[in-house]
T-cell receptor, first 111, second 114 residues
Framework: KNQVEQSPQSLIILEGKNCTLQ??????????LRWYKQDTGRGPVSLTI?????NTKSNGRYTATLDADTKQSSLHITASQLSDSASYIC??????????FGPGTRLSVLP | SQTIHQWPATLVQPVGSPLSLECTVE??????LYWYRQAAGRGLQLLFY??????ISSEVPQNLSASRPQDRQFILSSKKLLLSDSGFYLC?????????????FGDGTRLSIL
């Protein structure tokens, strides 16, 4: 069964600190993986997308990594800001065109 | 540039009343369109998707229906709302080259059933 798991479920950090969010998946055959940021009460916004051949992709202070062998991805946030408080969702697509959403990690950045 | 509009932003409806949520996309042609529901603290659940006018696929059996009367218009409806229909409804679109995960989401409609 195609599944996407994310950890931790929620995370609280202080402003300026770094953090890493995890995504593990069983979706196969793998096509691509996308990280979204969803502010409270808003729609998700795409941060990065990675295909099988890509190991790392950055978008400003956000850096996503992908290990297709272990079927794991991480999203690293550097020098966190209050505006980083949001839910971060991992979405994995299969070559068959099915895609699976993870449950998300709720990040709270405190001053 | 492409934009997606969804309305209303919030809606409070009594049980048994009808529903119509509308979504329109601008700046692109023949997009794939999606309706999602997000329960509080839960992940997104795909409800319907459409690859063209009049073509609707339902992912889960439910009290809702969808229609696509125009290329860039996607409507979510219900004849009689249930308490369990409460949630956050998101419309999304992706390029129509093939069915793939949506790339752009609307800002959602918060639906509360009383």
């Amino acid at each position: 069964k195609n599944q996407v798991e994310q950890s931790p479920q929620s995370l609280i950090i202080l402003e300026g600190k770094n953090c890493t969010l995890q995504c593990n998946y069983t979706v196969s055959p793998f096509s691509n993986l996308r990280w979204y940021k969803q502010d409270t009460g808003r729609g998700p916004v795409s941060l990065t997308i990675m295909t099988f051949s890509e190991n790392t992709k950055s978008n400003g202070r956000y850096t996503a990594t992908l290990d297709a062998d272990t079927k794991q991805s991480s999203l690293h946030i550097t020098a966190s800001q209050l505006s980083d408080s949001a839910s971060y969702i991992c979405v994995v697509s299969a070559i068959s065109q099915n895609f699976v959403f993870g449950p998300g990690t709720r990040l709270s950045v405190l001053p | 540039s492409q934009t997606i509009h969804q309305w209303p932003a919030t809606l409070v409806q009594p049980v048994g009343s009808p529903l119509s949520l509308e979504c329109t996309v601008e700046g692109t042609s023949n997009p794939n369109l999606y309706w999602y529901r997000q329960a509080a603290g839960r992940g997104l659940q795909l409800l319907f998707y459409s690859v063209g006018i009049g073509q609707i696929s339902s992912e889960v059996p439910q009290n809702l229906s969808a229609s696509r009367p125009q290329d860039r218009q996607f409507i979510l409806s219900s004849k009689k709302l249930l308490l369990s229909d409460s949630g956050f409804y998101l419309c999304a679109w992706g390029p129509g080259t093939r069915f793939n995960q949506p790339q752009h989401f609307g800002d959602g409609t918060r639906l509360s059933i009383l």
